[in-house]
T-cell receptor
Framework: QQPVQSPQAVILREGEDAVINCSSS?????VHWYRQKHGEAPVFLMI?????EQKGHEKISASFNEKKQQSSLYLTASQLSYSGTYFC????????????FGTGTRLTIIP | EAGVTQFPSHSVIEKGQTVTLRCDPI?????LYWYRRVMGKEIKFLLH????????ESGMPNNRFLAERTGGTYSTLKVQPAELEDSGVYFC?????????????FGPGTRLTVT
């Protein structure tokens, strides 16, 4: 079952903040966040692990709520370069196996 | 350090033809994954190699798809014969040794169009 992302799309002005949510119907063990620009490779942003460990980008933060089976990605003071489609991918308890991706959130930053 | 590379970047073939996609993972990464994104939909897992062994091929659509990873280095994904519904972007990703969740690094993808 794929995770559900919200919103599906959002348009912001430069400098505004954004929150992208990822909800799973299954227990979460790890959540991986990626950003993809059109025609390019998805770029790793952040990984959050059950138990609180995080690893990722300096200017991007995320939360992991095991109880709610949800993760949120926070983009503060957005820049034009933040535009793209954001995907969350959920892992499994064995690690290093397939990610199940959400349908993506298209973020457009305008000047 | 070189990233994940994929070849070709684009391929247009006719229904019934064969296409082979190649992926070179980051040097030293034991894990190699293939994913596919069909237009407008989510990125879907196809299969996972650890070194040269297939760990999980549960996402492979059918037996027209064959993946190999020679000597635990580069990998190929062959589609034979191609069908219209095989069109999409095929991504390869690699990550470090198994044992805990490591970030997966994606290649730029191969856009496959079957006409």
């Amino acid at each position: 079952q794929q995770p559900v992302q919200s919103p599906q799309a959002v348009i912001l002005r430069e400098g505004e903040d954004a929150v992208i949510n990822c909800s799973s119907s299954k227990a979460l063990y790890s959540v991986h966040w990626y950003r993809q620009k059109h025609g390019e490779a998805p770029v790793f942003l952040m990984i959050l692990l059950k138990g609180g460990e995080q690893k990722g980008h300096e200017k991007i933060s995320a939360s992991f709520n095991e109880k709610k089976q949800q993760s949120s990605l926070y983009l503060t003071a957005s820049q034009l370069s933040y535009s793209g489609t954001y995907f969350c991918g959920t892992g499994n308890p064995f690690g290093n196996e397939k990610l199940t991706f959400g349908t993506g959130t298209r973020l457009t930053i305008i000047p | 350090e070189a990233g994940v590379t994929q070849f070709p970047s684009h391929s247009v073939i006719e229904k019934g033809q064969t296409v082979t996609l190649r992926c070179d993972p980051i040097s030293g990464h034991d894990n190699l994954y293939w994913y596919r994104r069909v237009m407008g939909k989510e990125i879907k897992f196809l299969l996972h190699f650890v070194k040269e062994s297939k760990q999980d091929e549960s996402g492979m659509p059918n037996n027209r798809f064959l993946a190999e990873r020679t000597g635990g280095t580069y990998s190929t994904l062959k589609v034979q014969p191609a069908e219209l519904e095989d069109s999409g972007v095929y991504f390869c990703a690699s990550s470090q040794k198994p044992g805990r969740p490591y970030e997966q690094y994606f290649g730029p993808g191969t856009r496959l169009t079957v006409t």
